[in-house]
């Protein structure tokens, strides 16, 4: 029976380390709410993450709803403030990139939704994304 070098086993380790560190999917926040996007047919993968900001819309623990960015939950009357201040982070050239990923819950009513958009056109992000599941039929 064939025995192990030792002098392999950092070499396997490292090799399974890296394996993982390739497949995992790393998060930067934390969802604090239950999101149950809706279903879409012609769904395509968001290409620059760099200047991308993700923000929730759904309820809260009460069912009220709410809305997320970053790992704060804030009002809604403060969405364009803190875009503005996020879009204001970059540079010039990143900043022309600057994309809001709108992940609501799809029990959500249109209204605030809409109301979302408004404040991110007042804070100057035109390039809104939204998130869905790929519907299978």
């Known amino acids: 029976m064939p ?15 890296f394996f993982f560190m390739i497949v995992t999917h790393m998060r930067r926040e934390t969802p604090l709410m239950d ?24 309820t809260d623990k009460e069912g009220k709803p709410a809305i997320q960015i970053g790992d704060k939950i804030i009002p809604k009357e403060k969405v364009g403030n803190v875009i503005t201040s996020m879009r204001n982070g970059y540079n010039d050239d990143d900043a022309a990139l600057f994309t809001v990923n709108i992940k609501a819950d799809k ?17 100057g992000a035109t390039n809104i994304r939204y998130n869905g599941i790929e519907y299978k039929e």
Do not use: H, W
């Not at 070098?5 to 090799?15: A, E, K, R, W």
């Not at 809409?114 to 056109?121: C, E, I």
């Open 3 to 17: 025995s192990l070098n030792m002098t392999s086993m950092p070499d396997l380790i490292f090799t399974v380390l």
């Open 35 to 58: 999101i149950k996007t809706p279903d879409g047919k012609e769904l395509t993968k968001a290409s620059n993450r760099r200047t991308m900001v993700n923000l929730y819309i759904g």
């Open 107 to 123: 029990s959500t009513p249109m209204g605030i939704v809409t109301d979302v958009k408004q404040s991110l056109r007042k804070a």
